[in-house]
């Protein structure tokens, strides 16, 4: 009752599929010339592309000009794979680095706290106006001097490494969005 150009399909009880009858392999005629370039130059719309007059034309330039297109994708693909792994590689030296001064910053406030001095940002501000003061005083000056130099040392190294912070973060961030 089929016609021989359509295939039979049962399924089983059992689920599986079954083929009963395959479809009649049918040739193509070959399809005309002047059918396979309407279709070629139908993909073109001079609307889109203000250069050319004909169509004919677009569908030239475009053929000669693929084999560049593909070279100038490959190029600006290296290039971008290039500057990327460049700054991966600079995000790596600023992160090992912000780590080396986070350690170097942790000793130091340990080695403070263990003397009884004061470690955050603001107290050790205060003790260091307050040693400005005690030096008019007269206490020790080479103490003072030792323990203002520490002070400034500590705050020093805070904005140090809130300096790399954000600039590894800036950097990281423009990185991304130039992607």
């Not at 030096?135 to 500590?154: C, E, K, M, N, Y």
Request: hydrophobic content about 35%.
């Amino acid at each position: 009752e089929l016609p021989s150009e359509v295939g039979l399909y049962w399924i089983d009880p059992d689920g599986r599929l079954k083929q009963v009858r395959r479809p009649a392999v049918r040739v193509l005629a070959e399809l005309p010339t002047n059918l396979l370039y309407y279709v070629i130059l139908s993909r073109f719309s001079t609307d889109h592309h203000p250069f050319f007059t004909h169509q004919r034309e677009q569908a030239v330039a475009y053929a000669s000009d693929r084999p560049e297109r593909r070279q100038l994708g490959r190029i600006v693909g290296s290039r971008m794979a290039e500057e990327l792994s460049a700054l991966e590689h600079r995000k790596r030296m600023l992160e090992h680095r912000i780590d080396a001064t986070r350690y170097a910053y942790d000793q130091l406030c340990h080695t403070l706290e263990e003397a009884g001095l004061p470690t955050n940002e603001w107290e050790l501000k205060v003790a260091l106006a307050s040693l400005q003061v005690g030096a008019r005083t007269g206490i020790d000056p080479s103490t003072v001097q030792r323990l203002r130099t520490a002070a400034q040392h500590i705050l020093d190294e805070t904005d140090r490494l809130q300096a790399l912070t954000q600039e590894g973060t800036q950097d990281v961030t423009s990185a991304s969005t130039h992607r």
